[in-house]
């Protein structure tokens, strides 16, 4: 069983940044890939981003391609999504979420075992 807990997350205008982490417990955090996720209200939750183990193999939603960036520290268990000039369509819930045992991530939620309860980010116009 693994815990996954979000922080970071706020209001900032448009054109701002945020980064987002995840901190992790409960596993050895190496072995899982790891994913970014968000439900903007009355949508779907959709991918964002995900990282393999060694934070070497990334991918990303087309929207926030060139914005957004995933990494990982194996040795604080955490994951960070940082995001730059921010638009208002990125306001959304955003999760983070592990898939144990595969080397690389994945786009597709059913994929992922264990994750978080969100953090809110809202963007201002």
């Known amino acids: 069983q693994a815990q996954l807990v979000e922080s970071g997350g706020g209001l900032v205008q448009a054109g701002g940044s945020l980064r987002l982490s995840c901190a992790a417990s409960?596993?050895?955090?190496?072995?899982?890939?790891l994913g970014w996720f968000r439900q903007a209200p009355g949508k779907e939750r959709e991918f964002v981003a995900t990282v393999g183990w060694s934070g070497a193999s990334t991918d990303y939603a087309d929207s926030v391609k060139g914005r957004f960036t995933i990494s990982r520290d194996n040795a604080k268990d955490t994951v960070y999504l940082q995001m730059n000039n921010l638009e208002p369509g990125d306001t959304a819930v955003y999760y983070c979420a592990a898939r144990p045992y595969y080397q690389s991530g994945s786009r597709y939620q059913a994929d992922y075992l264990y994750w978080g309860q969100g953090t809110q980010v809202t963007v201002s116009s």
């Open positions: 409960g596993r050895p955090f190496s072995s899982y890939s």
